[in-house]
C-alpha cells in the first residue's frame, strides 16, 4: 500500500492472495445481484470475496463520502469461531464497500482477519483476533508505503501466529519486497490508460515476482508443500489505484506468464 496524498494518484494497493491451490474461484466481475455496481473475485466455496471495488461507493465507517472504495481481506491468528455459528469473512469486504458498519457485526462468529478499506483519501485497516470479549482494531495506515500481512499491519498485530517458519517467510517477503518498491518510482497509473505495462511503470517486474523463484524464502509469488498434503500459493494478483478522478483495477491469476502475459484490466 502506497500513500502519497499530495500525488495525482494518492493510493495504490497491491494485492496478493495466498489460498490453497485446490480451492476453486473465478475472476473478477459483477458476481453478486444484490450488490451489482460491487466487483471482484468470487470465491466459489463460499461465494464472497478476498478484494471488492465499488467505483462510486460509500465506504465504512463514519468517513464515507461518495467517491470510490476498496475492501481487501487477509485472514489473521487468533482464535476460531465456534464451528456451528460462524460465518464467512468473504462477506466482509462487500459490506464494507457498500457502507456497512463493520464494527456493529457480532464478531465472535467471525475467525480472525483483517480487513484494509481503502479510498482516494487514504486506508483503514480492522484487526481482529477472534475470541469471546475480543476487540475490534482499527487503526490508519500513515503516509508512504505500508505493509499489512497475516500477522497484521507491519506484523505487528495483537494476535499472531505460533509459527517461527511462517512468521519468518512473511518478513523475508516483506523486508525485500518493501526495499523494491522504495526504490522504484512510484507509478502514477492513467485512468485512461488500457495498457497495464505502461500504467505501472517500475512496479510491474516487481508485482509479478521480481524474478524470485516461487519456494524462495521471499517470494511474493509463492507455491509451498507445508506437508499436510495440500499446497499453499499465490493464486491472484491485484493492482489497483484510487484517487479523485476514479479506480483503476488490474488483475491477473497468479503466476503471471511470461513478458506479463496474463494481465487484463476490470472495467468496475
Not at 96 to 120: E, K, N, Q, W
Not at 200 to 214: K, Q, R
Amino acid at each position: 500500500m502506497s500513500i502519497e496524498p499530495s500525488a495525482a494518484v494518492p493510493v495504490l494497493l497491491l494485492s496478493v492472495r495466498d489460498e490453497y491451490v485446490g480451492r476453486r474461484w473465478s475472476p473478477p466481475g459483477h458476481h453478486w445481484p444484490a450488490q451489482p455496481s460491487a466487483v471482484g473475485g468470487l470465491d466459489l466455496v463460499a461465494g464472497g470475496t478476498w478484494l471488492a471495488v465499488e467505483p462510486g461507493g460509500t465506504g465504512a465507517g463514519d468517513s464515507a463520502d461518495s467517491g470510490p472504495v476498496a475492501a481487501c481481506l487477509l485472514n489473521g491468528f487468533g482464535t476460531s469461531a465456534p464451528e456451528a455459528a460462524r460465518l464467512s469473512r468473504g462477506a466482509l469486504p462487500l459490506l464494507a464497500v457498500r457502507g456497512g458498519r463493520i464494527d456493529t457485526l457480532d464478531f465472535d462468529r467471525y475467525d480472525p482477519f483483517h480487513l484494509v478499506v481503502v479510498r482516494p483519501d487514504g486506508a483503514r485497516v480492522l484487526s481482529w483476533g477472534g475470541g469471546t470479549g475480543g476487540r475490534l482494531v482499527e487503526l490508519d495506515l500513515p503516509t508512504g508505503l505500508s505493509v499489512v500481512l497475516n500477522d497484521g499491519p507491519e506484523g505487528l498485530s495483537e494476535n499472531r501466529t505460533a509459527s517461527e517458519r511462517i512468521r519468518a517467510l512473511m518478513a523475508a517477503r516483506a523486508d525485500h519486497f518493501r526495499a523494491r518498491f522504495e526504490a522504484a518510482p512510484r507509478p502514477l497509473p492513467l485512468l485512461d490508460n488500457p495498457d497495464t505495462e505502461r500504467a505501472w511503470g517500475a512496479w510491474l517486474p516487481i508485482v509479478t515476482g521480481d524474478g524470485l523463484p516461487l519456494d524462495a524464502p521471499a517470494a511474493l509469488v509463492q507455491r509451498r508443500d507445508f506437508g499436510d498434503g495440500r499446497i499453499w500459493g499465490s493464486s491472484s494478483i491485484s493492482l489497483l489505484a484510487l484517487g479523485p478522478a476514479g479506480v483503476r483495477y488490474d488483475f491477473a491469476p497468479a503466476p503471471v506468464g511470461p513478458g506479463g502475459n496474463g494481465w487484463r484490466r476490470v472495467e468496475p
